[in-house]
């Protein structure tokens, strides 16, 4: 059965402020994914040993990895990943809309990948809102919108999860469910999906969001002393089926 997960990996520091990429790559390595989203990577950055840390993962890993750089400084990049053992092509990468009242705000971005699980392609968007509400429900509103999820060529089975920086209650949350179902209410067994802090989660900011043809069986955010320790989320896990 298809396995995919969500991880906000905190440019691979813990909450020991050790910068360690081995950790996360034994995280994601015990989880056994198919399907890899990521959140928060440096790639060449100073700051973290000029490491490429989105394609070291996916080497360790022995995914095919494609990242997008939502900041740029100079050569220095951070943004988001999909990696995955299945078939894949690149479909779409883009920075998000900010608000026009926030221009300070860190950019914010999305990669749009088909994977083929199965021998069927299915719709893999990876996103990392801001942290202004207001900000938020724009990126949503383009996200929500004809280039992306309302795209002609975005239809069949969708995934789109993330870092939303949103809770259940939200706005951002209720514009995804015009087309999309939040997997953790479809999951046979209701089971902890709170991410955020990661050594004592109490908020579910970090989502997986899917449409009628993915059969979600469940969900669930592993605790464990690794996983409270090697980032400030817990990575967000969602076993399915592709049907119809």
Sequence with gaps: MPRIVTYNVHRCVGNDRRLDVGRIVEVLA?????????????VGRRRTNHVDQAHEIG??????????????????LYGDAIMTTYPERLVKVGTLPGHPGFRALEPRGALWVEVEVEGVPVHII???LGLVPKEQQTQANHLAGPDWLGHPHCRGPRILLG????????VVYRTFLKSLSPARAL???QTPTATFPSPLPVLRIDHLFVSP??????VFAPFAPL???????LPLVMDFEVVG
């Design 163 to 170: 870092d939303f920086n949103a809770t259940a209650t939200s």
């Design 59 to 76: 080497r360790r890993l022995d995914m095919a990895c494609h990242f997008h750089a939502a900041l740029k400084v100079e050569e220095e």
């Design 30 to 42: 015990g989880l056994k994914p198919d399907i890899v989203a990521l959140q928060e990577l440096d």
């Design 187 to 189: 999951a046979r067994v």
């Design 213 to 218: 043809e993915i059969r979600v069986t469940d």
């Design 126 to 128: 990876n996103t990392h």
């Design 227 to 233: 996983t409270r320790v090697a980032s400030d989320h």
